[in-house]
């Protein structure tokens, strides 16, 4: 995670982001702070990166890469506003241990890339461009499956999809995601690959309840996503609300936020 201390909306590079709506500081480093209680309240380590004043987006480390097998990803932004971050990223990630490869495609991290056993998902469409798929595949040694984004609300695969069970323990995967921010071609794929996903509603896509994170039981989502809150523990999985209603104003919420360290 990065502190938002230098969290503010100063561009628009995304349809939920207007300059003429002020963040508040106070509140947005409230709400970080109670995501990041909730990630040590449930057991989990959190590392921070040192924010740079320059990068207004930083709280986004979602973004920086994808970490898997002791590799690291290295993300290549598509806006110049946001570049700077993939240098920072790749600088903690070496310092922690981690090989640091690609970068030669325009991709935005786990923004646009979920992790199963089975497959990686990888979103393309408005950020990450269709050959990071194979240059994340041969960096992994792990087949990406590319999916079509096709509505611009829904720019990053983080914010229509999710990983509830990766799988990783033998169990088949179990995903959720919200179908009308995909081509009917990639929503042919998610149903021949995960036949079970649980599929959410427009609103709970609309206050960003996909963007949440899972460790295999327990659920932080947004707290505005209430039905998908209750499906998801008819379901068998613990739902963990959160209020980060700040980030949105940048078109984050609680998995932008988060950049998932996995070996
Ligand atoms: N303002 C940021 C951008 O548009 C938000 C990034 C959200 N991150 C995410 N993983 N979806 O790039």
Redesign the pocket.
Known sequence: MCPPTHFRVDYA??PW?STGSPVDAALALRQWEGLRAVYQELGHRVSELVPDPALP?MV?T??GAVVLDGVAYRARFR?AE?AAEADAHAAWLTASGFEVRGGERIS?G??DFAVTEGAILAGTGFRTEPGAALEAQEVFGRPVIGLRLVDPRY??L??ALFVLDDGADGGPADIAYYPGAFSDASLRVLRRLFPDALLATEDDAAVFGL?AVSDGRNVVLPAPAVRLAARLAERGYHPVPVDMGEFVK???SV??CTLEVRG
């Open positions: 590079i995304n982001m987006d986004f979602a973004n806006h946001r935005e786990e923004g720019y990053h983080d914010t963007n940048a078109g984050g998995k932008c």
